[in-house]
Nanobody, 121 residues
Framework: QVQLVESGGGLVQAGGSLRLSCGAS????????LAWFRRAPGKEREFVAA????????YYIDSVRGRFTISKDNAKNTVYLQMNSLKPEDTAVYYC??????????????WGQGTQVTVSS
């Protein structure tokens, strides 16, 4: 099993940036498909970004493409989500998820506890 712990959330003004981290323990990040999700107030959890099977090709929800970047550092066993040009509609709890199957969906096997991102206008 893998344990996931997110960090890096906070309060930021619109147009600002944050970098979220998801540290993995128990297993290496290379053992799983990895993704970021978010849940905004009153909404369902939604996919944000992920790596494909190779770990080199990335996928993004349309609303964040060009602003967010998913990456990983195998040596640190950590996955990142760099978020630039943040908008108030990006306000949500952000979760990282890991699964043995692709694509990673809301039914993924492993989840972190989430980190709150709040973007003020």
């Amino acid at each position: 099993q893998v344990q996931l712990v997110e960090s890096g959330g906070g309060l930021v003004q619109a147009g600002g940036s944050l970098r979220l981290s998801c540290g993995a323990s128990g297993r290496t990040v290379d053992s799983y498909f990895l993704a970021w999700f978010r849940r905004a107030p009153g909404k369902e959890r939604e996919f944000v970004a992920a790596f494909d099977r190779s770990g080199r090709v990335t996928y993004y929800i349309d609303s964040v493409r060009g602003r967010f970047t998913i990456s990983k550092d195998n040596a640190k066993n950590t996955v990142y989500l760099q978020m630039n040009s943040l908008k108030p509609e990006d306000t949500a709890v952000y979760y990282c998820a890991a699964d043995h199957q692709w694509p990673v969906t809301v039914s993924a096997d492993y989840w972190g506890q989430g980190t709150q991102v709040t973007v003020s206008s």
